[in-house]
């Protein structure tokens, strides 16, 4: 997957979960449980993961000949 597209996948995600957060956070006057609080830092973990190794290596193999 082109890393730009799951970038920008994973930022439209994070602004719904963070939406979604607001909503219940308003709805039950209680805070998120670490239960949800874990899971989600897992998950933008993973996916920054995901783009940090998606790049494009641009490291050239140099031939002793060359040098």
Do not use: C, F, K
Not at 5 to 30: D, F, G
Not at 57 to 65: E, W
């Amino acid at each position: 997957m082109n890393p730009y597209a799951m970038e920008r996948i994973a930022r439209q995600r994070t602004a719904e979960v963070r939406a979604e957060a607001a909503r219940s956070l308003t709805a039950s006057r209680r805070g998120p449980s670490v239960r949800d609080l874990t899971g989600w830092a897992l998950i933008q973990i993973g996916l920054a993961l995901g783009t940090s190794s998606a790049r494009p290596q641009h490291t050239a193999a140099i031939s002793p000949d060359l040098r």
